[in-house]
């Protein structure tokens, strides 16, 4: 306080007749001091190995800790770091934003981070891995037990320059499909071809498709070309594509675009009801009387959305996992999940990160619905779907993450768009292609 | 200072006088209808949230909300009794306040002297200085957030509620010095000369004549800028978010009730709602400055 | 708790309170300067507040926004004109600029067009705070609550199904297939720039219906006398005086039509050719990790602004001339 006085004193040229008054009265508002954490020497953490959360030690105050997750994941989460607070004695809080590329690019920029946060996306994770801004995890984690816990695929997005620095809460698995069992009764087709020819009666379509999501519109459409790319291509095209040097208009990736395309053209309301339905609502035709169409697409968290919105029933939604399409590539599967880097090196951030990895902390999200374990220890699935869901993953031959989360921002927003454009008018593929080629030229640069 | 006191400087009219009188009777009845018809058309959309706060979720996906007038339409008071459930809701409610009310007063008190010497006294220099300022309303916010955070954190007040009553207050003093030196400037001159040779000095004529003469212009300022800072999630969150969460405002825990795919939207209705209702009570508070007769002949006639 | 709101109440107590302090302590202190330097001086100590917090929250950044946007992404390397080359030779930032330009057109219009015809008209009648508080409700609601009530009002569904958006559900009701409000341009920015001014039409009523309650009565009563018909003393005296404050509330919508970002980051966040400059640098600065192409962004805004401001230049020495 009295430090404080002093700064304020010299900075009170410009705003004396505030400056004064304030400085005398803001010590009340302000319980912690927040810089004071921000500006902690990474010395004051030691170099110990060993976590404080695994000895179970107290260690009080407090940890920041700002991620994209609202409502019940947000309930979720707290449930998660429950035991935590309790047998540490930190207290940890969490704020949830959608804006938190704005947040933490401003935060980098300026130096004024939270101590722990989820992480837009793996890209930008190894940005600011390298700008230093995100602290490396390799000795506040168990890193013998982390890698062991953990599939290889995610161990691997999270390292940067040989370094553990951004570890996974949790994951989904991307690529399934979504029926009525009431409705469809065929069992799971070998194909794609056969998936393709099934005939969508009683409902007139095959495909329920809904794009619209807001600011993210279009992205339901991404995970479709992820894995037609990865189904048709393969994970070396795969990987080439979303490390910038595969072409847009090169013929797999158009190839992917034009499978879309002929889903699209057999979809529920056509063009217009694709791009205004929200992908929360998308799956709701397959629960109506008769039904609009008999398949989604969609990852394994949509199930809430169609209790919640599509009123269905439990028992009235299953799924199968996306057929192959070129058997060279069996068992490939797309999936993502949700990144948390440390941006200031404090024991409490320690101890947070090194317990956010252990089975115990990851079992209680899984638990409470919604997500699937990044730990491959963590078993307890509530019922048979996430139970299912969780062995796609940990099974897949083949396992790539979201494609589009790994591009860089600028891509992936092209990407959208390029989605929602290509579905309203499907002839000017090669336009918007070319154009994607342009914006991966720029992207990717530096 | 009173704010009675213009009052008996206002050029009384006769109070029935106020109303125009059209000759034609079917006038006042297309007044009216036209009227009508714009509060209807106004209200429709808020109107459709409002019905659609108090449906079941699936509901509100498969049919429209005028729906809810037949009779087997349900209705439900889950939404409200989550948002007001919530964890945290009093406390950022206090926050929300405790960020708005002096956000609001420091930039309009600070606006009334630049707008008075802008309006009356005569300097070098004074359109183009008047010009700069009332264009960089156009600056957008975002681009000051790097810089601002800098400075906050070089002086160890970075998530202060401090920090986000001396930004509100300089993104809001453009437009409210711009407002209120256009209303000032438009006091009749006899008003101040008279003072003036009454040996007033420009601070008496300014605390006595200018600032009470100004009220309702005031009183809109202090509208709009409390709506501005109650709404506001971006500033609060910058400034606060990543340094000090416990002082957040309500927007932040609003907009947050939704999760981060964008379902648990139909909480969302529920919210706006609640926290609508205090800018329209400082509305409703403030309406009677907006009457004929509290500047009377401030115009010059 | 407890400590907070004092803190509060001593704020809002005690800025005015110092801010009074501080001009009549000044006052007596330019009283002690020779006359002629009295009123030289007087000026910038009534200014000096305003300006101080001006220089700190927005020049500051903005000569800092100014410099960025010479620099390259890594705000390191100096690269010239590239970020404004950029931003003239790529397609979504020139749709960016038509779409601003519509905004300002149409926002301008309506807004400040339909809270003029609304002020004059709720003078005329007995319940008039219901009427003006129902055209100020959606300024109230915030971006959040805005974004919903829109979606219920575009939504669409397929011909045939039962509609969920209220437009198309009034379509629906007289025989008309349903529209997809947001997905065609140019109709989709229409559309956009139909919830800011259906949002903004109260600020400007606001404002508008302050000023027209400042004219005098006997003025209007005479020319009423005179044997003017309404049309007559809207034009002839309602009108002129009402003028200045027009300005202000047009140079206030025109500003907030070039830094249009909230509704077009909710609703399409620039598909379908609805982008806007604001929300393409809103991507490009927290996004894309491009902070000098923003920068450049910005400081274009603040280019396209000046002409506006030789007008409000123009128009204050009229005023002053006349008063």
Redesign the interface.
Known sequence: ME??TI??RR?SG?????AI??AA??S????????AS?GASPSAAGSGGESPAASGGQIGGTV?V?????????ESFLAMVKPFEDSTGVDV???????I???L???V??????DVAGLPGPGQLV?WAKAGAIKPLDDVLDTAAYKADTAPALVDLGTVDGKISGIFIKAAVKGLIWFNPEVYKGGEPATWDALTGTSPAPADKLWCIGLE??????WPGTDWIEDFVLRQAGPDVYDAWVAGTQKWTSPEIKAAFEAFGSAVSNA???S??V???????GG?QLFTSPPGCIFHHQAS?IT??FK????AKDGQFDFFRMPDINPSFAGATTGAGDLFGMFNDTPQARALMAYLVTPEAQAIWVERGGALSANTKVTTYPDDISKRSAEILASSKIFRFDGSDLM???MN?SF??AI??YV?DPSQLDSILA?LDTVQTS?YG? | MSLERPTELAAVGPRSAVRGRPPVRWGRLALHAVLVILMIVWLLPTIGMLVNSFRPAADVSRTGWWTALSPTAQFTMENYQHVLAQNGLGQAFINSLFITIPATVIPIAVASFAAYAFAWMRFPGRDVLFIIVVGLLVIPLQTTFVPILRLFRDLGIAGDFLTVWLAHTGYGLPFAIFLLRNYMGGLPREVFESAAIDGASPATAFFRLALPMSVPAIAALVIFQFLFVWNDLLVALIYLGAANAPNLPLTVLVANLSNSLGGEWHYLMAAAFLSMALPLLVFFGLQRYFVRGITGGAVKG | MDGRLITALIVVIGVPAVLFGYIVFTERLIRLAPDRFQERLRPWVWLFPAIAFLTVFLVYPTVYTIYLSFLDKFTKNFIGLDNYIYFFTTSDTLTALRNNAIWLVLLTLFAVGGGLIIAILVDRVRYESVAKSIIFVPLAISFVGAGVIWKFMFDYRPPGQPQTGTLNGILGSVGQDPVPWLLNSPLNTVMLIVVAAWIWTGFCMVILSGALKGISTELLEAARVDGANEWQVFRGITFPLLLPTIAVVATTMVITSLKAFDIVYVMTNGAFDTEVIANRMYKELFAFGQPGRASATAVLLLLLIIPVMAVNIRRFRAQEAMR
Do not use: H, M
């Open positions: 430090e404080r700064r304020w900075a410009l705003l004396a007749a505030v008054l304030a009265c803001s009340p508002g302000t319980t912690a001091s927040p810089a921000s920041t700002i991620g994209t997750w609202g409502g019940s994941e947000q809080q969490y704020t949830g934003t959608r804006d590329n704005t947040v690019s401003t935060g920029a300026s130096g004024i981070l939270p940005e999501s807001g600011a993210a519109s279009g529920y309301g056509g217009n009801a791009l205004t339905t929200n992908f929360g609502d709701n968290f809430d959305f919640k919105q599509g009123g860089p921002v600028a927003d959208w768009k929602l454009d309203k154009n992207a530096g």
